[in-house]
């Protein structure tokens, strides 16, 4: 799913493309894309795009008359530019939308459909979407640490929620973790005061690194390599390759269809995070740490 960074290269890229621009033409090709019947769709066709803004994970497009159009693009869910025109839409286009300079096109890769748009008007309606993280980057060390600490969570679980932090998934939760030298799972009550120093530090330094980054690819070319997985990347996506701080093979835990990144020396102190599937298997047989890991291998070769 694209996280904040991402949205934030999305909403540069577009910013010099459609704001000031009418809205000529709007194309629901796939009619479930759009979530809402009021107002409608046509509604928005001649209003000139006014600004844009990220709302948590979504995309929204401010035109004349206070009326919003927004995109959450899901896991699969991408846009394109096509300078010339849309031209002919394929089966994982979801929407089109034409302006003189070119065209804003929605697709969807797979065959489940979780792409949305929402057509609403006014202020109040555009943030009854927000699902109210707080802004980690606009936060002070109180807000952050007591966001957090709302619930007793494991990192991973605490970063990635949307009511808790704006705009953070899976991938940068693994990038933030590893920065700041902790576990996933540690829970969020036993952190001490310099590990939350740590944490803040590594959310916002991580976060700044990769939005400048991405965003200067923006300045160059519409994005067209929005992915999760980045070969820059320290742990995410890594599973088996070498940690850059330490050199020993990145772990992973996985569950249902996403997985967790770490390295074990820099993060738990050499010790291996129980994979549900695998410890299973495994039993009493599930190396508990790096030694026992390294140990099981030689036996295996």
Not at 32 to 42: H, N, W
Request: charge should be positive; include cysteine.
């Amino acid at each position: 799913m694209p996280e904040l960074p991402d949205i934030a290269a999305y909403i540069t890229a577009l910013e010099e493309r459609i704001v000031g621009q009418p809205l000529e033409r709007i194309c629901m090709v796939n009619p479930f894309v759009l979530r809402t019947q009021e107002p409608p769709a046509a509604l928005l066709q001649g209003r000139s795009v006014r600004e844009l803004r990220r709302i948590g994970k979504r995309i929204a497009i401010g035109f004349d008359g206070d009326y919003w159009l927004v995109l959450h693009l899901m896991i699969a869910g991408r846009l394109h530019w096509k300078p010339g025109g849309a031209g002919t839409a394929n089966r994982a286009t979801l929407a089109v939308f034409d302006f003189p300079n070119g065209s804003l096109v929605l697709t969807e890769a797979g065959s489940k459909r979780r792409a949305s748009i929402h057509i609403v008007e006014g202020e109040e309606a555009l943030y009854d979407l927000d699902p109210g993280g707080i802004d980690v980057l606009h936060c002070d060390f109180e807000a952050f640490r007591n966001a957090l600490m709302s619930e007793n969570r494991t990192l991973k679980r605490a970063l990635t929620d949307p009511r808790i932090l704006s705009g953070i998934g899976n991938a940068y939760s693994d990038e933030i973790l590893h920065a700041a030298r902790l576990s996933p799972v540690a829970l969020t009550h036993k952190l001490t005061f310099e590990q939350w120093q740590r944490l803040l530090a590594a959310t916002q330094a991580t976060l700044r690194l990769w939005i400048d980054r991405l965003q200067d690819e923006a300045k160059r070319d519409f994005p067209k390599r929005v992915t999760a997985f980045r070969e820059e990347m320290a742990v995410h996506g890594r599973y088996g390759k070498p940690c850059p701080t330490c050199g020993q093979n990145v772990q992973r835990i996985r569950y249902a269809d996403n997985e967790t990144n770490y390295c074990a020396r820099c993060q738990t102190g050499g010790r291996l995070l129980a994979d549900r599937s695998l410890s299973r298997l495994l039993k009493s047989d599930w190396p508990r740490t790096l030694a026992e890991l390294e140990s099981l291998r030689r036996r295996a070769t």
